[in-house]
C-alpha cells in the first residue's frame, strides 16, 4: 500500500535517510532549521524595533527586533553542549539594564543574517546569527507575512504529528490523514514490514511509525528469536522512542504465558478476551500511544478494531449515544498487584489507578482524539441518575459494535511477528482456544512523548506548530 506521506520521506533522502542506524541516535536541537528559501534582503523599519526580511522563494515578513534577540540560539547565547540558555546573556538584568532588542543593523550574509543590536548590555557590540532555514521557518509564526508563500514547505511534513505534540489544545489526529478498515471478507487490513530493514534504516523506521498512526496497525516480520526481551525492548527503544515503566515492576516490559489455572484473564491464554485499549499507568490521565506485542514461542489469534471507525459508525448511526459516551466518565479502576497476580515477573510495590474518561475521547470541534475502553477494569458508574439509564444503552452499543463481525479482524500471529499497534485508536483482544499451549508473548507501550521524540528526530528536527493552529487560540482570535 502507498504511504500518503511521501514528503518527510523525500525530505529525508536529502539528509539522514538510507543511513545506517548509529548506535546513539542522533538528537537534534529543539529549533533545528531546515533547509528552505534564502534570506536575500532586510531593512530596518520603527527605528530598528521591527525588520523586514525577504526571501529567495517571494515571500517577505516582518518581525519584531526584540523576538529576533530573544529567540536567538547562537552559541554566544545558548550553551550547544547543553542546550540550555546561559542565563547572563538573556535580555533581562536584575539591575533593569534590559535590552529591548532594538537592531542596530541587520546585514543579509552567505546563509541568512546578522543582526547587531542598540545597547545590549548583555551582548554589547558582538552580532548576533540566523541562519535562513531558522528565519524561514519561524517567520510565518512568529512574524506578519507581507506576501508570498506563507509557510515553509515542510510545515506540511508535520501535519502527521500534530495531535501527538502534547502542547496545550493541541488539535485531535488528522482523521485526512487515517484509513478506517473494517472487517471485509477477503481484505486484510494490516500493514507489514520487515524487522530488519526497519531496524536498520531511519527511513523506514519513519516510514513505519507513519504507517502504523495511518492505518493504525503495523506486523513486523522476520522478528528474531530470544528467550528474553532484548529483541523487545532494542527494537522499541531503538525504533519508537522507548518503552513506558511504570512504578510496580523492574521490567518495562510485560510477559504473558499459559498459567495452569490463571484467575486473570490475560493469562487465561485460552480463554476470549473481550476488545480493550491498555491503560498501562496513564500518565496525567492519558493512556500511552502504542501497545507493542512481540510472539517470542507459539502462536495465537488476536483480534482488533479499529476505534475510530466504530466511532464514526456510531456518530452517523446513533449520534446521542455518540454524545453520551464522548462526555460522561467511565469509571475504571486498576490494581497493578492483583491484575498480575499470574505473572511470572514480580511486582515491585502496590499501585491502584482509578480513571474516568469517557470512552469516546473529542476535542473541541468533535474530532476523535481517542477511544479508552477496559471492560475487566470497569468499576460503578457515576453517571448521573438521570442520564445512567441513556448512557448504559449507549455503553451496551458500543460494546456490541467493538464485538461485532462488522468491526472485528482476526489476526492469527505467531513466533517471529512484532503487533504494533495505536492504542488511542484500536482495540485489541484475543480470540478464544485458538492459542498454541506454549504461546508466549512479551509486549509494552509507548507514551506519546517517547513517540514524538523518536520522530522528530527522525525528521530532522521540530517544526514548531502556529498557536492559531490550538483551538483556543483561534476561538479567541474569532470572537475578539
Ligand atoms: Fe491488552
Not at 148 to 156: D, L, S, T
Not at 299 to 325: H, I, M, Q, W
Not at 474 to 479: C, D, K, L, N, P
Amino acid at each position: 500500500m502507498i504511504s500518503r506521506f511521501s514528503r518527510p520521506l523525500q525530505a529525508l533522502r536529502s539528509g539522514s535517510a538510507g543511513k545506517q542506524k548509529s548506535t546513539i541516535a542522533a538528537v537534534h536541537a529543539a529549533v533545528a532549521p531546515f533547509e528552505g528559501a534564502k534570506c536575500v534582503a532586510a531593512s530596518l523599519m520603527n527605528m530598528g524595533k521591527q525588520i523586514h526580511v525577504a526571501f529567495s522563494d517571494g515571500s517577505a515578513f516582518q518581525l519584531h527586533g526584540l523576538w529576533l534577540r530573544d529567540a536567538c540560539r547562537d552559541a554566544m547565547v545558548v550553551s550547544q553542549q547543553a542546550g540550555e540558555r546561559y542565563l547572563d546573556k538573556i535580555a533581562f538584568s536584575p539591575e533593569g539594564h534590559h535590552s529591548r532588542g532594538e537592531v542596530q543593523e541587520a546585514r543579509v550574509c552567505e546563509d541568512g543574517l546578522e543582526v547587531t543590536w542598540k545597547r545590549d548590555p548583555q551582548i554589547g557590540d558582538a552580532p548576533s546569527h540566523f541562519s535562513s532555514g531558522f528565519l524561514r521557518m519561524y517567520a510565518p509564526i512568529a512574524g506578519k507575512a507581507l506576501g508570498g508563500q506563507r509557510h515553509h514547505p515542510r510545515n506540511e511534513d508535520f501535519r502527521w504529528l500534530r495531535g501527538y505534540s502534547g502542547f496545550s489544545n493541541a488539535p485531535a489526529p488528522d482523521a485526512s490523514m487515517k484509513a478506517l478498515w473494517k472487517n471485509q471478507v477477503g481484505v486484510n487490513p494490516f500493514e507489514h514490514r520487515d524487522y530488519h530493514a526497519v531496524r536498520h534504516s531511519d527511513s523506514a523506521n519513519l516510514e513505519m511509525m507513519q504507517a502504523v498512526m495511518e492505518h493504525g496497525v503495523v506486523i513486523l516480520d522476520n522478528v528474531p528469536h530470544s528467550e528474553d526481551s532484548s529483541i523487545l525492548l532494542d527494537f522499541v527503544d531503538n525504533c519508537l522512542g522507548g518503552m513506558q515503566k511504570d512504578p510496580a515492576r523492574d521490567e518495562p516490559n510485560w510477559v504473558i504465558k499459559r498459567k495452569a489455572g490463571a484467575v486473570s484473564v490475560s493469562y487465561a491464554q485460552q480463554t476470549r478476551l473481550n476488545n480493550h485499549t491498555d491503560q498501562s499507568v496513564p500518565a496525567h490521565g492519558i493512556p500511552a500511544l502504542l501497545l507493542v506485542i512481540n510472539y517470542v514461542e507459539g502462536s495465537g489469534v488476536n483480534t482488533l478494531v479499529d476505534g475510530y471507525a466504530v466511532a464514526e459508525a456510531l456518530r452517523e448511526r446513533d449520534p446521542k449515544a455518540f454524545d453520551l459516551l464522548a462526555s460522561y466518565g467511565n469509571c475504571q479502576e486498576r490494581d497493578f498487584v492483583k491484575s498480575r497476580v499470574d505473572s511470572s515477573q514480580m511486582g515491585t510495590q502496590s499501585m491502584l489507578l482509578a480513571t474516568r474518561s469517557p470512552i469516546i475521547q473529542t476535542d473541541e470541534q468533535g474530532n476523535l482524539i481517542r477511544v479508552q475502553f477496559n471492560e475487566v477494569f470497569r468499576t460503578p458508574s457515576t453517571v448521573p441518575y438521570d442520564t445512567f439509564e441513556s448512557w448504559y444503552d449507549a455503553y451496551l452499543l458500543w460494546n456490541e459494535m467493538i464485538h461485532d463481525k462488522e468491526f472485528e479482524v482476526e489476526v492469527p500471529m505467531s513466533a517471529g511477528q512484532m503487533l504494533v499497534l495505536d492504542n488511542w485508536r484500536v482495540l485489541h483482544g484475543r480470540a478464544g482456544k485458538k492459542s498454541s499451549p506454549n504461546r508466549m508473548i512479551m509486549g509494552g507501550t509507548v507514551v506519546r512523548e517517547a513517540f514524538h521524540s523518536k520522530a522528530v528526530q527522525l525528521m530532522g528536527g521540530f517544526y514548531p506548530p502556529e498557536e492559531a493552529a490550538f483551538g483556543r487560540f483561534q476561538q479567541g482570535e474569532a470572537s475578539g
